[in-house]
């Protein structure tokens, strides 16, 4: 998986997280299209337990792809309901207030 957390002064930080297949590719879903790019999700790869660790905190979450998704849903951040898919590949948002 690729993580990156990206600072911001007033918002909170957000972490951004993809399975590692997904980086670098351009999914589309109708008129949807997304592109999962280094420059928002990083070029370092990271271990479930550096991903579960940087979630428990994080402001805001986003999330791609199988794997990242089902850790989110493990540690009850997100239910499977509640993301959507691009294609076969689920997509989730996390915001805390």
Do not use: W
């Not at 990156?4 to 972490?15: L, Q, W």
């Not at 089902?70 to 951040?77: R, V, Y």
Request: a negative charge; hydrophobic letters at 45%; aromatic letters at 4%.
């Amino acid at each position: 998986m690729y993580l990156k957390v990206h600072h911001t002064p007033n918002a909170g930080d957000v972490v951004a997280v993809c399975d590692r297949e997904l980086l670098n590719t351009t999914l589309r879903r109708g008129d949807v299209e997304i592109c999962i790019t280094e420059g928002f999700y990083g070029r370092e790869t990271a271990t479930e337990e550096e991903v579960r660790s940087a979630l428990k905190g994080a402001a805001n979450v986003n999330l791609m792809g199988k794997r990242v998704v089902a850790i989110a849903i493990d540690m009850g951040l997100v239910s499977a309901e509640n993301c959507i898919m691009i294609g076969d590949v689920p997509h989730a948002q996390i915001f805390r207030i």
